[in-house]
């Protein structure tokens, strides 16, 4: 049974910083593409940043670029991010997911490419 499970959500001053984890299990955790998606009070679900299953490739929402660091640790199953100069607008519930990429060092930034999500952790920014 695949589980993705996220931490670190909270709420943040603007201008400060969260971090949060993504702990896979159930899966080989070094096939799999990994990203970040948000969900915005009232608004679709949108890409944030992902990282290939090697992580040497990342790529960003423009609206996090500079601001935000993908990372991942294949020996710890897990995916981070890291979110600096935290605007009120980044407000969400932020989700990780899992995309199957054996052999691939693509970055897919369509939610309906992933195949495992979690539960989300939300994330208050407050003005």
């Known amino acids: 049974q695949v589980q993705l499970v996220e931490s670190g959500g909270g709420l943040v001053q603007a201008g400060g910083s969260l971090r949060l984890s993504c702990a896979a299990s159930g899966l080989t955790f070094g096939v799999y593409a990994m990203a970040w998606f948000r969900q915005p009070p009232g608004k679709e679900r949108e890409f944030v940043a992902g990282?290939?299953?090697?992580?040497?490739?990342?790529g960003y929402a423009n609206s996090v670029k500079g601001r935000f660091t993908i990372s991942r640790d294949n020996a710890k199953n897990t995916v981070y991010i890291q979110m600096s100069g935290l605007k009120p607008e980044d407000t969400a519930v932020y989700y990780c997911?899992?995309?199957?990429?054996?052999?691939?060092?693509?970055?897919?930034?369509?939610?309906?490419?992933?195949?495992?999500w979690g539960q989300g952790t939300q994330v208050t920014v407050s003005s």
């Open positions: 990282i290939s299953r090697t992580g040497g490739s990342t």
């Open positions: 997911a899992a995309d199957y990429r054996p052999g691939s060092t693509a970055v897919p930034t369509t939610a309906a490419t992933y195949d495992y």
